[in-house]
């Protein structure tokens, strides 16, 4: 999270009233808490502390699947205790390790598809609350970047920062054409520890890809690559300038509810960015809106409409809109910060959520099918049928509710469910979006217990489907008419397939799987013959063995041969139990 978010996250940076020291300033044996803010952390001691977290976590992985170091047995019950005991440890250790860390376990904390639930929502709760930099070292930054010194720039530059993050802080300031400002400084040495750490995470994940268990089905290399990218994208704080340009452009139109911070390109650069000083009440901040007299119900509406605007109409988003990146003016409009982390759905995406979307209206779960494979969102395999069954069963469970008695949340889970330990591939982009959905949900349930999402985008996605605001211009009757042609194209070659299905079998290109319980009984009884016909063998082997040492004077040798001969004899036993099963149930 940047120093802009975090800012706002404590809900003062943003209002009138200064921010006391004591609120940010940490004590020195707090600083020192932290290995990697020293200004002589060598390289050799980081990569230290990083493979002793990772051969840790690799441990506790191995010993998750050994059942027998859970005392008093294995339950699935406990294996998610356990998992809940080391996702605090992870959050904790990240919090220790710094930035990328922080930013990492941000990042994942979205991928419900790739880790356990309890890894995620611990990872959730990962805040970058770490010790702020010296006013000393951000001034000497500004100077470098800007070029000239601080004093110069500004007419006042207060040097205690408003609130100190992973990336970078903030420090409230005055131009000397006297328009109140808010500076962003990167934390110093910060792109050189993204050097260090993302070049030894690339290691590490080199072995968790090639790994035969946790590599299975999964693409770390390509997970690392996007984490890789947007880490450094949220370095260069000219990208965020853009960003906020973007973003402010596009609600041009809307500048009566919604508010974004002007950029000040002038006193701007890779490390530093100036925006315009927006006070406004944090969005959570319940008591202090209904204080304002600001309608709690009317301000759920506008979030969730505000958002809906972003990904339907412009198909760019703001990936990160937690309550501490929305406040509310006294006027009742909104205020977003921080765009660091934005999302885009380019024009091919569209078309294939459209795709999607249709899918699931009309319950098709080959279409749905078919259109995840095209977003990259799955991976096609050999049998397709489990995966088909799944989405299948979704659409069955989720149309059984009208549209708008529909939970986000819920629908998340249960996509998140269906998809872990499957070949889905979720894009960051997907996961940015119903990160997004879920944490606008919870915050409009916090301004009003009876908001319902659903309810709110219902008018949304029936203009989208019959105006096609995705993309191409799609309508429900271009749908229509496509669906027309292509059940009349697939009319006109039912007899060109057939033939095709019949040349695939003659070349042995289609494979007929029939079961027979029948045949599975035959079989499970002659598996079972040649188990009990090995354990006879063995344990006649032992006795005879015993019997010649006993005829030879070996007495106390032969008993412990004959006591040897009762473990193959008792799995005999078994075997012919099971027969005896297996006879009477058919």
Request: aromatic letters at 12%; charged letters at 25%.
């Amino acid at each position: 999270m940047s120093a802009l978010s975090q800012s706002s996250k404590s809900s003062q940076i943003y209002t009138p009233n200064p921010v006391s020291p004591k609120t940010i300033a940490k004590p020195e044996a707090a600083k020192q808490s932290y290995r990697w803010n020293k200004e002589n952390y060598s390289r050799n001691r980081r990569r230290l502390d990083i493979w002793i977290f990772v051969l840790t976590f690799w441990f506790k992985l191995w010993r998750n699947g050994k059942k027998w170091t859970y005392r008093g047995g294995y339950t699935e019950e406990k294996l998610s205790q356990r998992r809940k005991k080391q996702a605090i440890w992870i959050r904790e250790t990240f919090l220790e390790l710094g930035p990328t860390f922080i930013k990492v376990g941000q990042l994942f904390s979205t991928r419900a598809d790739l880790f356990p639930s309890e890894y995620v929502e611990e990872l959730s709760k990962l805040q970058d609350r770490v010790p702020a930099f010296t006013y000393e070292q951000a001034a000497s930054i500004v100077e470098k970047d800007l070029g000239k010194p601080v004093t110069q720039l500004y007419r006042s530059f207060d040097p205690t920062p408003l609130a100190a993050a992973s990336l970078g802080q903030v420090h409230k300031a005055v131009l000397h054409s006297g328009e109140e400002v808010v500076v962003k400084i990167q934390r110093p040495g910060l792109k050189k520890l993204f050097t260090i750490d993302l070049a030894i995470l690339k290691q590490i994940t080199r072995y968790f890809h090639h790994h035969p268990r946790w590599g299975r089905g999964r693409d770390w290399l390509g997970i690392y690559e996007e984490c890789s990218r947007i880490l450094w994208l949220e370095t260069d704080y000219l990208n965020e300038g853009r960003n906020a340009d973007t973003f402010r452009r596009n609600f041009r139109n809307h500048q009566d509810w919604v508010k974004v911070p002007r950029v000040y390109w002038r006193y701007s650069s890779p490390r530093t960015l100036t925006l315009e000083y927006l006070p406004g009440i944090k969005i959570s901040h319940y008591e202090a809106l209904e204080a304002a007299g600001l309608d709690r119900k009317l301000l759920a509406k506008l979030g969730a409409k505000a958002y809906l605007h972003q990904l339907l109409d412009d198909g760019f988003f703001h990936a990160d809109p937690h309550p501490g990146n929305i406040a509310v003016n006294p006027d009742g409009s909104l205020i977003f910060y921080d765009f660091g982390m934005m999302g885009q759905i380019k024009a091919n995406v569209r078309e294939q959520l459209m795709e999607t979307l249709f899918g699931i209206a009309q319950k098709d779960g080959d279409r749905v099918l078919n259109s995840l494979v095209e977003l990259g969102a799955l991976t096609r395999v050999d049998d397709m049928g489990p995966v088909r069954r799944s989405i299948q069963f979704m659409l069955d469970n989720f149309m059984d509710k009208p549209f708008e008695n529909q939970s986000i949340s819920q629908i998340s889970d249960d996509l998140y469910e269906i998809a872990y330990d499957q070949p889905f591939r979720f894009p960051a982009t997907f996961t940015f979006v119903m990160r997004a959905f879920s944490t606008l949900e919870g915050v409009g349930k916090g301004l009003d217990p009876e908001f319902n999402f659903m309810e709110v985008a219902q008018p949304f996605a029936m203009q989208f489907m019959t105006n096609g605001n995705m993309g191409n211009g799609s309508s429900i009757i271009d749908e229509l008419g496509r669906q027309a042609a292509q059940v009349s194209s697939t009319a006109l070659n039912l007899p060109r397939r057939i033939e095709d299905t019949i040349e695939k079998l003659e070349r042995g290109d289609l494979r007929v799987r029939v079961r027979s319980s029948e045949s599975d009984r035959l079989l499970r009884r002659m598996s079972a013959i040649q188990l009990s016909t090995n354990y006879a063998l063995l344990a006649s082997a032992f006795i005879l063995s015993a019997t010649i040492l006993l005829v030879n004077g070996y007495t106390k040798l032969a008993i412990g041969v004959v006591i040897v001969a009762a473990i193959p004899a008792l799995s005999l036993f078994r075997i012919l139990q099971r027969i005896d099963r297996i006879d009477r149930m058919y």
